[in-house]
């Protein structure tokens, strides 16, 4: 769990991100998503935020108009590391899925309250190994907790 001051050190980042995503492209709805929507994050973690109605035909368009794309993705993104914060950043483009299956997890973790350390446990593992980028042949964070939900739903 984090502390009072990185969560609100996460979140100024994620509005100055937002401010320059409104600035490129004014009519778009950019939101947090996966992990950093749910707070089933470490304090390593990336922030994954969705950028929603942003207008773009082609999401490639977009993602090159920011930075390194990961062209190989399902969902195409972008990495990209703050300058300032040295926070890295993935950012999608008009996936709409995000939102519901964020709410899909808060409410597995209010079912399960063994979730969330199981998770973040297993995070560390992977990520020490790692084995927590999906691109790169590893277990993504959604896929982690499936996975978990799949065991506590027999126990």
């Given at each position: 769990m984090s502390?009072?001051f990185?969560?609100?050190a ?7 991100v ?15 998503s ?25 999401p ?10 990961i062209a190989?993705?399902?969902v195409?993104?972008?990495k ?63 896929a982690?907790?499936?996975m978990i ?7």
């Open positions: 502390y009072p990185e969560i609100a996460r979140d100024a980042v994620v509005h100055s937002f401010d320059v995503t409104k600035y490129i492209w004014p009519a778009c709805r950019p939101e947090v996966r992990s950093s929507r749910t707070r089933l994050y470490l304090t390593t973690s990336d922030i994954d935020v969705m950028i929603l109605e942003s207008g773009i035909k082609n490639q368009t977009g993602l090159y108009a920011l930075s390194r794309v190989k993705a399902r195409p993104i972008i990209f590391v703050e300058k300032k914060s040295g926070v890295t950043f993935d950012i999608s483009f008009d996936v709409d899925n995000g939102p519901k299956a964020a709410e899909f997890i808060k409410e597995a973790v209010l079912k399960w309250p063994q979730l969330r350390p199981l998770c973040l446990i297993l995070k560390v593992f992977l990520q020490q190994r790692d084995l927590n980028e999906v691109y790169s042949s590893g277990i993504g964070s959604y982690l907790l499936a939900i799949s065991m506590l739903q027999k126990v």
